[in-house]
């Protein structure tokens, strides 16, 4: 995914503690020479206003995990969602809604 011509990757990551966004946002932009945008949360809206090429979201709650699930649904782009401990139904809806999860750039699978 690392791009090296004038055009770096465009990505969204959205996560509701600002320390975190800002980690968040410097990893990707050091890992793999993006262009990071931040949002403290999930908006439908500012994922087509912005059109990123990759959305990282940071789950730290229910109503974020909820949330999650009304934005990205149908969306036509690459979604990675860093969560602990999401129950099996969230990791279903998850996968079905195309979330990926950050093992090896796949869909989590419920055990």
């Known amino acids: ?35 990071a945008t931040t949002s403290p949360r999930v908006s439908l809206e500012e994922i087509r206003q912005l059109d990123p090429d990759l ?27 860093l969560t602990e401990n999401p129950d099996r139904r969230w990791i279903t809806d998850a996968i079905g809604a195309g979330i990926a999860g950050p093992s090896s750039g796949t869909s989590w699978r419920p055990r």
Do not use: C, F, Q, W
């Open 55 to 81: 959305v990282l979201i940071d789950i730290d709650s229910t109503e974020a995990a909820s949330a999650t699930l009304r934005a990205v649904d149908g969306l036509a782009m690459s979604v990675i969602a």
């Open 1 to 35: 995914m690392v791009r090296h011509d004038e055009n770096p990757l465009r990505v969204l990551v959205v996560a509701g503690k600002a320390v975190r966004r800002a980690d968040l946002a410097e990893m990707a932009v050091k890992a793999i020479h993006a262009r």
